[in-house]
């Protein structure tokens, strides 16, 4: 369960960097509450909002686990996981 969990974090870690990037530049972006789903754009402050609930539900699911005991690796693993998925999705989004 602590690997899914490290896995997670490290997920919604890479997630909150974009988001949180274009809601403090004032740019819209899509959210999972944009019409179509993940395509149509949000605005700048639910952008600010969904990434920082990334990054807060992120830093606490990294506190509750010792990164001694499981290691680093979930983390790395869910943030290139994540972070391929992204940039794949939003390059077909973008053509």
Same mark, same amino acid.
């Given at each position: ?11 919604? +870690?890479? $997630?909150?960097?974009?988001?949180? &990037?274009?809601? =403090?530049? !004032? ?6 509450? @944009? ?9 700048? +402050?639910? $952008?600010?909002?969904?990434?920082? &609930?990334?990054? =807060?539900? !992120? ?6 686990? @010792? ?29």
């Amino acid at each position: 369960m602590a690997y899914l969990v490290l896995f997670l974090a490290g997920a919604l +870690l890479c $997630n909150a960097i974009p988001h949180l &990037a274009a809601g =403090l530049r !004032g740019e819209p972006f899509p959210t999972p509450f @944009s019409r179509p789903r993940g395509v149509g754009l949000s605005t700048p +402050l639910m $952008n600010f909002y969904w990434g920082s &609930a990334n990054l =807060l539900i !992120g830093i606490s699911a990294l506190l509750s686990y @010792s990164l001694r005991t499981y290691g680093i690796w979930p983390v790395i693993a869910g943030w290139l996981v994540l972070g391929s998925y992204c940039a794949w999705h939003f390059g077909r989004v973008r053509r």
